[in-house]
């Protein structure tokens, strides 16, 4: 049955040639008016086409779709027979390249084949204008192999003189088996053409296009040729309300994400704003301890446990290079000493180098708080001078310390107001998505009504019912004699959970 419906939809003379004739309204008319159109629109250029139908290709002898449409291109608009051409005469791989050859070159202006035959492995796109599909496929990569002969690189006449476009027909017959196959190519599609493009945007597959371009898509044809318009409608109206759902979705995406972002941002101005007040506390605290020499430089003060009574900067330098070599403070910070009121510290931090532990000592002077300043990176120099004033020089970069989180905080704060009015905006189409949805909802109520069975069906539909339930009953009585009341009630509780059910749209 399927292989007569196929056949019924393309041309009824493929079921019975003698019982049927030709009519001006066929598939095979249609095309021989577009191809004519086509042809002479680009016959300057020589512009070639090509023509898809797995139904009806050409055999000698036999009536086909194929030299039908030949005959009315030569008979009625006057097309030399000799540029018109079909795959089948090719009989080998060199006959074959001779007759792209030829499409190339312009001397063939139309060539019918199937898809096995002509959908893969023909270059003849260079003069192609417009691709023909008799009827549809059963795979939506075949459909993209068809098309593919034409829209693909090297297509010199579409670039010059077809703003760089080839134009695709699909000759489809309204409530016929092209609804079916549409439907599953639409159905196909969703789950190849989607995912093989990574194009899911909000966990949904999008009813798309039957091109990455956009234009109808596969379920507004199923929609066109089933002969609804309101399904046509519905389509169209589920589509624009998926984008509207798709946007809403990405916009509460953003907002969530501006919303956490601008607490990352507050958490971050709110930790260099506090570091900026110790540090300039710890500056203030330094400027009032520090003394300072005739030239303005700070005298060392400086005070090591080991060596507390010592002024002598080797005997310190001695003493700090001692605790380098040897403290081992597992990660912890350690007091070996003073300086204006500051605490110096010690901590070793651990390693891994070519798989050996490594450890080392770096050298810290705690502020009043949290922050532990250092100088050259808390190492010490092996100069006894330099090292001394390790410490003292780490306090002297406590204004360096503020101007770095000075600005780290107005780079953390750059983009706050853009953030902020992204975390309280509202999404403005909301108004609009309810109103489709509401059209939509009553779309589904009108199509539900013109898919429910008429009233004299369902009239009779009932009174058959009745009737099946009045000798059941009667059945039941003769069978088991007279109920008492209650039983009575029971059967009339029974009754009353019979439903009518009326099929419902599926979206």
Not at 43 to 56: C, I, M, P, R
Not at 255 to 263: E, F, Q
Not at 318 to 339: C, F, M, P, Q, S
Not at 359 to 377: A, D, H, L
Request: proline share 2%; net charge negative.
């Amino acid at each position: 049955m399927t292989d007569y419906a196929r056949k019924m939809s393309l041309d009824l003379r493929m079921i019975d040639e003698n019982g049927y004739s030709d009519h001006i309204d066929n598939k095979a008319s249609h095309c021989a008016k577009l191809l004519n159109d086509y042809y002479q629109k680009y016959d300057a250029q020589k512009g070639t086409q090509f023509v898809f139908s797995d139904l009806g290709t050409y055999k000698l002898g036999e009536w086909n779709v194929y030299s039908e449409i030949k005959r009315k291109l030569v008979e009625d608009y006057h097309i030399p027979s000799y540029e018109i051409r079909f795959i089948q005469e090719c009989k080998n791989e060199k006959a074959k390249k001779a007759m792209v050859d030829a499409m190339n070159r312009g001397d063939i202006r139309i060539i019918f084949g199937s898809t096995s035959m002509l959908g893969t492995g023909v270059n003849a796109q260079q003069r192609a204008v417009a691709v023909h599909h008799l009827d549809t496929p059963w795979r939506p990569s075949d459909l993209e192999q068809r098309n593919g002969r034409a829209v693909r690189k090297g297509n010199l006449i579409a670039k010059e003189f077809a703003d760089n476009k080839v134009d695709v027909i699909i000759y489809a017959v309204e409530r016929s088996l092209d609804s079916y196959k549409f439907n599953l190519l639409h159905n196909k599609q969703l789950f190849i053409n989607q995912l093989k493009t990574n194009t899911l945007g909000s966990r949904t597959i999008d009813e798309g296009s039957m091109d990455e371009d956009s234009g109808m898509n596969f379920s507004e044809y199923v929609a066109v040729l089933s002969g609804n318009t309101d399904l046509l409608e519905k389509a169209r109206l589920d589509k624009k309300i998926t984008t509207l759902e798709s946007e809403r979705k990405n916009f509460l995406r953003e907002r969530d994400a501006a919303t956490g972002k601008l607490a990352e941002i507050e958490s971050s101005v709110s930790f260099h704003s506090d570091k900026i007040k110790e540090a300039k506390a710890d500056l203030a605290c330094f400027e009032q301890r520090v003394e300072r020499d005739k030239e303005g430089l700070p005298v060392n003060k400086l005070t090591i446990k080991g060596v507390e009574d010592s002024t002598d900067i080797k005997v310190i330098a001695a003493r700090l290079h001692e605790i380098d070599e040897k403290a081992r403070t597992k990660g912890e910070y350690n007091k070996i000493g003073e300086v204006y009121g500051f605490s110096i510290m010690v901590k070793t931090e651990s390693t891994s180098k070519d798989l050996f532990d490594c450890s080392v000592n770096r050298f810290f002077v705690k502020g009043q708080e949290s922050i532990y300043y250092t100088y050259n990176n808390g190492k010490l120099a092996t100069d006894p001078k330099l090292a001394c004033e390790n410490f003292v020089n780490a306090l002297e970069r406590i204004p360096k310390v503020i101007e770095s989180h000075e600005k780290e905080m107005a780079k953390a704060a750059a983009n706050k107001d853009v953030y902020t009015n992204i975390a309280n905006g509202s999404w403005k189409k909301e108004d609009e998505l309810r109103v489709l949805k509401g059209e939509a909802a009553e779309l589904d109520r009108k199509i539900a009504l013109t898919l429910a069975p008429p009233e004299g069906e369902k009239e009779e539909k009932e009174e058959t019912e009745e009737m099946k339930q009045g000798e059941d009953l009667s059945d039941h009585y003769h069978s088991g004699g007279v109920k008492n009341e209650s039983d009575l009630v029971q059967d009339r509780e029974d009754n009353s959970r019979l439903q009518s059910f009326r099929p419902k749209w599926r979206h």
